[in-house]
């Protein structure tokens, strides 16, 4: 299983930008998805999470902002950034949740981080 992770770029503050997750491989269905993000010298930080029902919940930094969503068809997931400062910079990981059959336990994978800079 891989996740791909795109979208990311250099946008000025008030901004917007798409991110996408794809992901590929030996999947059954994919449960819960989130996106976090890595600050130049800071810990990652949880930014997002939209569950296999389609239930949404958000970091409060980017609450009102943000915008988390799924295609279960095409096995992605996306996050809408609108409104963007420049304490936004980061690198965006996605995450997922994968069943690779039939009730089978779900495993955690991680995409490589597409980066985002907001300038003033």
């Known amino acids: 299983v891989q996740l791909q992770a795109c979208g990311g770029g250099l946008v000025q503050a008030g901004g917007s930008l798409r991110l996408s997750c794809v992901a590929s491989?030996?999947?059954?269905?994919?449960?819960?998805v989130d996106w976090c993000r890595q600050a130049p010298g800071k810990p990652r930080d949880w930014v997002a999470t939209?569950?296999?029902?389609?239930?949404?919940t958000y970091a409060n930094s980017v609450e009102g902002r943000f915008t988390i969503s799924r295609d279960n068809v095409k096995k992605a997931g996306y996050l809408q950034m609108d409104s963007l400062k420049t304490e936004d910079t980061a690198v965006y990981s996605c995450?997922?949740?994968?069943?690779?059959?039939?009730?089978?336990?779900?495993?955690?994978?991680w995409g490589q981080g597409t980066e985002v800079t907001v300038s003033s």
């Open positions: 995450h997922a949740d994968v069943r690779m059959r039939v009730g089978g336990m779900p495993r955690g994978y």
């Open positions: 491989g030996s999947i059954f269905s994919i449960d819960a």
């Open positions: 939209i569950t296999s029902g389609g239930s949404t």
